[in-house]
């Protein structure tokens, strides 16, 4: 293909401009995600929630996330991304972005009123739960699901997922030692 010069400019002047750091993904994160995704599919029929894999939703601030995985008002959602009064749940999967993810996701979620965030650690095999935001980007309620738990969401508090089943059987067989971290 040839572009002449303005088109040239125009590409790279959106590229520059919609360039966002993303942290390669490797192999166990993506395993987790493709597990989650499933069990989520599963789940949940398209007349309960939409169940997004990497995709945006729109916060109040100008920019629009991609988080691993969102549960969703049920909608095609082709007119618009999900907003946090749609988001039922976003998890966001970690091994070597956990800090990131503690320290900057979860704060920014709060802050825009996503209802319940999970923190998939699989350094350590465990689920960090987050819920009831305030606006002072904390969350009222935090607490870690190890292995040998059940976890079940603020919107449908009568479905528990044994959290054993949401790693592979490799790492069940490693129980997490997860050390609280509550304020």
């Given at each position: 293909f040839?572009?002449?010069?303005?088109?040239t400019?125009?590409i790279y002047?959106?590229?520059?401009?919609?360039?966002?750091?993303i942290s390669?993904?490797?192999?166990?994160h993506?395993?987790?995600l493709?597990r989650w995704?499933?069990?989520?599919d599963?789940?949940?029929?398209?007349?309960t929630?939409?169940v997004?894999q990497?995709?945006?939703?729109s916060?109040?601030e100008t920019s629009?996330?991609?988080?691993d995985?969102?549960?969703?008002?049920?909608?095609?959602?082709?007119q618009?991304?999900?907003?946090?009064?749609?988001?039922?749940l976003?998890?966001?999967?970690?091994?070597?972005?956990l800090?990131?993810?503690?320290?900057?996701?979860?704060?920014?979620y709060?802050?825009?009123?996503i209802?319940?965030?999970?923190i998939?650690?699989?350094t350590?095999n465990?689920v960090?739960?987050?819920r009831?935001?305030?606006?002072?980007s904390?969350?009222?309620?935090e607490?870690d699901?190890k292995?040998?738990?059940?976890i079940?969401?603020v919107t449908?508090?009568?479905?528990?997922?044994?959290?054993?089943?949401l790693?592979?059987?490799?790492?069940?067989s490693?129980?997490?030692?997860a050390?609280?971290?509550?304020?």
């Open positions: 040839f572009f002449n010069d303005t088109s400019t125009a002047t959106l590229s520059l401009h919609y360039a966002l750091p390669p993904m490797n192999p166990a993506a395993s987790a493709t995704s499933r069990l989520f599963a789940l949940f029929d398209e007349a929630a939409a997004r990497q995709c945006p939703v916060l109040e629009e996330p991609h988080p995985l969102v549960i969703a008002a049920p909608g095609e959602w082709e618009a991304h999900p907003g946090a009064e749609e988001i039922y976003v998890v966001e999967v970690s091994d070597s972005t800090r990131s993810d503690l320290a900057r996701k979860v704060p920014r709060a802050r825009n009123g209802i319940e965030v999970w998939v650690d699989l350590i465990v960090h739960v987050h009831d935001p305030d606006r002072s904390q969350y009222a309620t607490f699901v292995l040998d738990g059940d079940g969401m449908f508090p009568d479905v528990l997922l044994p959290v054993v089943k790693f592979p059987a490799s790492r069940a490693k129980p997490g030692l050390p609280s971290r509550r304020r």
